[in-house]
């Protein structure tokens, strides 16, 4: 396999973007609309936070995602206050990243409904096994 490298990012030959050590954050409103994205989650995504703050989370979406998996994602998090999985993100001009995602709804004292999702990279081994399940969901 072919690939290229800048100081965090591995860029694979077949569009997908590797990282080391890294935390991606970010955090919704109630209805998913990004707040704030770290650095980190930025750099990967290849965005700009003028791109991504005031957009749906869904943005960077990959189209091979399954939707049966976000509507566990919602599931879980409104049932449970939590979920936790595998996610593959497209980025902005091209490739994908894979996140294993741990996703908190969290309420303030106002009563205001916000989520905080916190991603690092996940192994080869739990990739493999999370495209094996999403390829056979809708």
């Known amino acids: 396999m072919s690939e290229s490298k800048n100081e965090t990012l ?11 050590d890294l935390y ?7 209805k998913g609309v990004v707040t704030y994205a770290s650095d980190s989650f930025l750099n990967v995504a ?3 936070k003028d791109d991504l703050i005031g957009q749906p989370h869904n943005v960077v979406r990959h189209p091979e995602m399954p939707r049966a998996a976000f509507k566990s994602l919602w599931d879980d998090v409104q049932s449970k206050g939590f979920w936790t999985g595998y996610v593959k993100n497209t980025r902005k001009g091209g490739g994908f990243y894979w996140v294993y995602a741990t996703v ?4 303030d004292k106002s009563g205001q409904t916000k989520y905080v999702s916190i991603r690092v990279k ?11 399940l999403y390829a056979t969901l809708d």
Not at 10 to 20: A, P, R
Not at 24 to 30: K, Q
Not at 104 to 107: E, G, H, T
Not at 122 to 132: T, V
């Open 10 to 20: 591995t860029f694979m030959e077949d569009g997908e973007v590797l990282y080391n």
């Open 122 to 132: 996940p192994s080869r081994e739990d990739i493999k096994k999370a495209e094996e």
């Open 104 to 107: 908190l709804k969290s309420i």
């Open 46 to 48: 290849n965005m700009t």
């Open 24 to 30: 991606l954050l970010s955090e919704t409103d109630e």
